[in-house]
Structure formats: structure tokens, C-alpha cells
């Protein structure tokens, strides 16, 4: 598990495919090494790998044909900047929020604008996560945990401030960007609570959360 706080900017100093999948080795920057041991897993924009071979300053992970193909991961090269952030534990501050490193889907983004000091950004989610998206609720994008400021059908929206947009990758978005996008976990596992039984039977198809449905459940008042 991890918060969504980046605690560095790394770098891909190599990428060597292997029978399909991919063995990446990734600069850490600054990030602080001592207590990483092999096997450990450290989020690289939000993807949760594991650490198979370590030096002070980098260390190598697998990246499966699965995740490349559902991950921005798939489309990194040499020097590519990355979002890392080590797995919490029980000392940890937990600052955003509780994020898997299991990536959801690819958003992209639409638009990119000036918004006082902070920039707003328009991003598109998939079709089958946007229902999962709220406004002033969490997102986690390429690893970074972020509150929800408007949902428009499958676009939403979020402003990013000055300190963010310097210790991410997030500087680097336009119009266009992958991004991988992980929702609330929470979220994800009301809807299965509230289906009931419905997926054994058969009946459920797509979401069956509504308003009535909120209410009878006891989650929100009648109105």
C-alpha cells in the first residue's frame, strides 16, 4: 500500500526487453534508499513493482506484459521521468490517501490552463471507471493522491499546486498525456457490497448504485 505522496523524481536509465516483458531499471533520485531491501515494492507513477536487484542510487524491477499493456509503463523510454514513492508502513503519515499501486485504467489528458499560481488540468477517464469518480473525492494519477474538483460525464478536473506540479511529473502534462489512473478504493468495493448477491445471480450488469438504492441501504437520508 502507499499514500499517493511522491517522494521523488526518478529517471529510466534502462529498459531491456525479455521474452515479452520488460526489466526496468530506474534512477531514484532522491530518494532515500537505506531501508529498501530486495523484494520490497516501490510505486513508479503509480505502479506497484518490486525491487529485484538494488544499488544506492537505483534499483531493477519486471514489468509483466500485463502492465505494460494497461499502464503508461509500456510507453517509457530512456530518461524518462517517473513518480516514485516506497510503500508505507506503520510509521508512515498517511497525507493522501490509501492507494494499491494496482493501476485502474489510462485517462488522458484534454486540456492543460493557467489557474492563478496553480495549473487546472481537463482529464478523460476510461468509460468503465468514471462512475467510480467524484467530486471532492480522491484519484490517484500516475501515483499522486488528488482531491476531485469537478465531474463532467467522463472528464473531471483538478488543480494542481505550485509544490505539486515541482515534485512531479505532473510539470511535465499537455493536452494529450497518458496518465494511469487508480480510483478510491473505497469506492470500488461499496459498489460491490451494495450488489449483493446480484453478480451470483446474474442480474447485475454495470453498476447497481443509485440514489433509492443509497437510501434503502441506509448509506444516505431520503430526500
Sequence with gaps: MFTGIIQSIGTISDLQPKGGD??????????????????????????????????????TADVSRETLSLTSLGGLSKGSPVNLEKALTLNTRLGG????????????????????????????????LARYIAAKGSITIDGVSLTVNRVDGVYFEINIVPHTLQETVISDYQAGTKINLEVDVIARYLERLLQGGALNEGSAKGSTITEEYLAENGFVARS
Design 97 to 128: 490517501h490509501l492507494v494499491s499501486g494496482h493501476v485502474d485504467g489510462l485517462g488522458e489528458v484534454e486540456s492543460r490552463r493557467n489557474d492563478g499560481r496553480s495549473e487546472h488540468f481537463r482529464i478523460k477517464a476510461p468509460d468503465d
Design 22 to 59: 520488460v526489466s526496468l531499471v530506474v534512477n531514484t533520485g532522491k530518494l532515500d534508499m537505506g531501508d529498501v531491501e530486495l523484494g520490497d515494492s516501490i510505486a513508479v507513477n503509480g505502479v506497484c513493482l518490486t525491487a529485484v536487484a538494488m544499488t544506492e542510487n537505483s534499483f
